[in-house]
C-alpha cells in the first residue's frame, strides 16, 4: 500500500517517495518519520514517542526533530504545515486533507517464480563515479553501465534493477544509497571508480553484498577507449560468475552488450536515447539528429536503426502518425532487427510500431521474443502488459506492469500512463486518476483519461476540470476522435471510457466558468 498525500505518493512498502511523478530523494530518518506519522494519522505525538519511533535506542537532541521534521515538510511539498502540524507544547500531528487516500501502487509480495525455483538474486549496478576532467567520459561509462545491465539481463538467474531505478539512486548520499538499495530488493550493489590512463582508463569495479556491505568480489581493469566494449562485456560476466555457480557459458555467448563498433557514434546513441526518455520542447528533435549522427558514422548500428525508428514515430505523432512514417518506421525497425537479431530492445521497438500500426499479432509475437531474450527487462514486461490491456485482458496486463514495478520501482514517467489504463480497464478507477494524475505534462489526450477516471469514480467536480483543460488545450477534440483514436479490442471498454467522458460533460458546449485548481 502506498499513500497519497497531495501531489506525493508515499509508498510505505518500497521506502520511496514520489512527488509531481518524480522521485524525491529522502534521508532513511526522514522516511521513518513521515512513515509513522502517517500510519499515526489525525493524532498528536509527542516528541517522546518520535524519538522512540525514528531514533530507537538512541539519545538525540530536539534540533535533530526539528531538522527532521523541516526535511519531511518539504519533501512532501507542505510549505504551509497544513499536513505535518505542530502542536503547541505537545508535538506534532499528520493531518491529512480531503485529496488525500491510500492508493495500491503494486503488489507488496515479489512477482511469481516457478515452483521449486529460488528467487533470483537482485543486483543494482550504480552509474560509475568518473574522477576525470575527459568530458567524453561521463556519457561513455553511462552507456558502458546501462550495457552492463542490459547483459546481465541475460542469465535468467540472476535478477537486476533497471537502469532507470539503479541510476535514480545516485541521487543519494553513500550512506543513504545502501539503505534505499536494500528497502528496494537489491541483494547486491556494484560500483564502479573511473580514472583517467594513456590513452584510455582505469576502472575499479567493487561488488558488495547490500545488507552487510561485505565485499564479494572487486577487480581494476585498464583498457583503452576502443576496448569499452569487452570491458561492458566482461565486467557482465565476473558479476555474474560472482553471483550464480555454473552460469551457463552459452547465455553470454549470444549477447552482444556493444551498440555500435565505433566509440564515438555509441556517444551519439546515448545522447539520443536519453533525450527520448526526456520532456521537453524539440528533445526528439534533437534526439533524431543524434541518432542520424551515429548512423554517419557506423551505419550497420541495429540499435541506432531501432531508436531512429522510435524517434521518427514520437515525432508522427505515435498512433496518430501518417501511415507513410508508421510504414517508414517498421522497415528501419525490421531493418534495425536483420542487423541485431537477439538485441532485445530492437523487438521491443519493432512491437511498439507495430502496435501502432494495429498489427497486433505481430506485435505479439515481437513483445514474446523480446522477452525472451531478455526476460528481466522492465520496459518490455511493461509495454507487453499494455498490449495485454489493449487487447482486452487488462488483469492480466495489470499484472505484468506490476512486476515490472518491482524490477523498475524508479521507473520513467510513462509507466504511470500504461498502468493507469490497466486500472482503468479494471475498474479501479480511482487508483487510475492517481496514475494518470503523476505524468509530469498532460496532453489534452491523458486528461481525457484523467476526466473519464474521477467520472466513473463519482467526482465530477475534478472530472469536469480535467475536461475543461483538455478542450482548453485542443479545443476540437471531441469524445467521438477520442473513441476513435482508441486502440482498445474490446467493446465493454471502449463505452466505458465514452461514459466516463460524458459525465466529465467532454462533450458539452465550452462555458464560461473559470477553472479552478485541481487538487490530488
Known amino acids: 500500500m502506498a499513500q497519497q498525500i497531495g501531489s506525493s505518493v508515499l509508498d510505505l512498502e518500497r521506502g520511496t517517495l514520489q512527488r509531481d511523478g518524480e522521485i524525491v530523494p529522502v534521508r532513511p530518518k526522514t522516511f521513518d518519520l513521515l512513515a509513522f506519522l502517517v500510519r499515526n494519522r489525525g493524532r498528536v505525538l509527542s516528541k517522546d514517542e518520535l524519538f522512540e519511533a525514528v531514533w530507537p535506542g538512541i539519545i538525540v537532541t530536539e534540533d535533530s526533530l526539528t531538522q527532521c521534521i523541516r526535511d519531511a515538510r518539504k519533501c512532501i511539498g507542505d510549505e504551509t504545515q497544513s499536513l505535518v502540524r505542530t502542536v503547541p507544547r505537545r508535538g506534532y500531528m499528520f493531518q491529512p486533507g480531503d485529496d488525500t487516500a491510500a492508493v495500491s501502487l503494486a503488489p507488496a509480495a515479489p512477482a511469481a517464480v516457478p515452483a521449486g525455483r529460488p528467487p533470483e538474486p537482485m543486483v543494482a549496478i550504480l552509474p560509475f563515479r568518473v574522477n576525470t576532467d575527459d568530458a567524453a567520459a561521463k556519457p561513455l561509462f553511462d552507456g558502458a553501465v546501462e550495457e552492463i545491465i542490459n547483459a546481465l539481463s541475460y542469465f535468467k538467474t540472476i535478477a537486476v534493477l533497471a537502469r532507470h531505478s539503479a541510476f535514480a539512486l545516485a541521487q543519494y548520499s553513500d550512506q543513504d544509497i545502501w539503505a534505499t538499495a536494500e528497502r528496494l530488493g537489491a541483494d547486491y550493489v556494484a560500483e564502479g571508480a573511473v580514472e583517467s590512463a594513456d590513452d584510455g582508463y582505469n576502472v575499479r569495479v567493487v561488488l558488495s553484498k547490500t545488507a552487510s556491505g561485505r565485499r564479494v568480489w572487486a577487480q581494476t581493469f585498464s583498457f583503452r577507449t576502443s576496448e569499452i566494449f569487452a570491458f561492458q562485456r566482461t565486467v557482465a560476466q565476473r558479476i555474474a560468475t560472482a553471483l550464480v555457480a555454473n552460469i551457463e557459458s552459452a547465455a553470454m555467448r549470444r549477447v552482444s552488450p556493444a551498440a555500435a563498433a565505433n566509440v564515438e557514434a555509441y556517444v551519439h546513441i546515448l545522447r539520443g536515447i536519453a533525450l527520448l526518455r526526456s520532456y521537453g520542447e524539440g528533445v526528439n528533435q534533437q534526439a533524431r539528429a543524434h541518432l542520424l549522427k551515429a548512423l554517419e558514422l557506423d551505419p550497420e548500428s541495429g540499435l541506432a536503426h531501432a531508436y531512429l525508428a522510435l524517434a521518427d514515430t514520437i515525432i508522427g505523432g505515435y498512433t496518430g502518425a501518417p501511415r507513410s512514417v508508421l510504414d517508414q518506421a517498421r522497415d528501419r525497425a525490421l531493418h534495425a532487427m536483420a542487423l541485431s537479431p537477439d538485441e532485445a530492445r530492437c523487438h521491443r521497438i519493432l512491437a511498439l510500431i507495430l502496435l501502432y500500426r494495429h498489427d497486433f499479432e505481430a506485435a505479439a509475437q ?94 465530477l467536480d475534478k472530472a469536469r476540470f480535467c475536461a475543461r483543460e483538455g478542450r482548453r488545450l485542443e479545443p476540437g477534440l471531441t469524445v467521438q476522435a477520442i473513441i476513435a483514436d482508441l486502440r482498445l479490442q474490446s467493446l465493454e471498454n471502449r463505452d466505458r471510457i465514452r461514459t466516463g467522458l460524458e459525465l466529465a460533460g467532454w462533450g458539452e458546449e465550452e462555458t464560461s466558468l473559470p477553472a479552478t485548481p485541481l487538487k490530488g
Open 366 to 459: 515481437h513483445l514474446a521474443r523480446a522477452l525472451d531474450l531478455n526476460p528481466y527487462d522492465a520496459d518490455t514486461l511493461a509495454q507487453t502488459g499494455f498490449f495485454h490491456t489493449l487487447r482486452g485482458n487488462a488483469e492480466t496486463g495489470l499484472a505484468l506492469l506490476d512486476q515490472a514495478i518491482d524490477l523498475n520501482p524508479m521507473h520513467p514517467p510513462w509507466y504511470y500512463y500504461d498502468r493507469g489504463e490497466a486500472l482503468l480497464h479494471v475498474g479501479r478507477y480511482r487508483e487510475a486518476a492517481v496514475s494518470f494524475s503523476c505524468l509530469p505534462r498532460k496532453s489534452a489526450w491523458q486528461l481525457a483519461r484523467l476526466a473519464a477516471c474521477y467520472g466513473l469514480d463519482g467526482d
